[in-house]
């Protein structure tokens, strides 16, 4: 007695496909993507430290904090001082943030003293070169909030609270906050 074969159903999409009703369909192929011999640059394995490009063109403005970036071209350190309770911030900000006046534009002293640091272990890619690196909080004379940079030129062990530093600009300014670091003074 012969077998009955089992009615089998065709989809819309199989017939817009050419599939036919009934028809075998093959199993699919492995499928990997492409790859390429390039290796990876790996700078250290704990913690790993690894090579890898990034790269995009932006456009930004620096809008009313212009004169900051303009200033470290030239050697300056500019904060902001509130016209109203002469609140002084070494980062500078166009409102006191005591009593909400406007501020203006001062010139910061180029020596302080550290605050407190610490040592960064891992960094974006334009640090990644001089990992680790150290970070500062720098207090000046005469002004009521601190200023966060590099501080360069010294040991992790060298560094204490209440230690004399002076800013130092790239000779070549590429109008970043990277533009200014401290050494010991």
Not at 44 to 69: C, M, Q, R, V, W
Not at 156 to 182: C, H
């Amino acid at each position: 007695m012969p077998v009955p074969q089992a009615k089998i159903k065709t989809n819309k999409n199989q017939k817009k496909a050419g599939v036919k009703s009934g028809a075998a369909t093959a199993p699919a192929k492995k499928f990997r993507l492409p790859e390429t011999e390039d290796g990876t640059t790996v700078f250290n394995t704990d913690p790993l430290i690894i090579k890898s490009h990034y790269g995009i063109d932006y456009l930004h403005s620096y809008a009313e904090d212009s004169p900051f970036f303009v200033g470290l071209s030239q050697g300056k350190l500019l904060g902001s001082e509130c016209r109203q309770c002469h609140e002084r911030y070494a980062t500078p900000r166009a409102y006191c943030m005591q009593c909400g006046s406007a501020t203006k534009w001062i010139e910061l002293p180029l020596a302080g003293r550290v605050h407190t640091w610490t040592t960064c272990y891992m960094g974006s890619e334009e640090f990644l070169k001089e990992t680790p690196f150290n970070l500062v909080l720098v207090e000046f004379d005469g002004v009521n909030t601190l200023f966060l940079a590099r501080l360069a030129g010294v040991t992790q062990e060298q560094i204490r609270i209440g230690m004399p530093v002076r800013a130092q600009f790239l000779r070549n300014s590429k109008f970043k906050p990277t533009d200014v670091y401290f050494v010991p003074a």
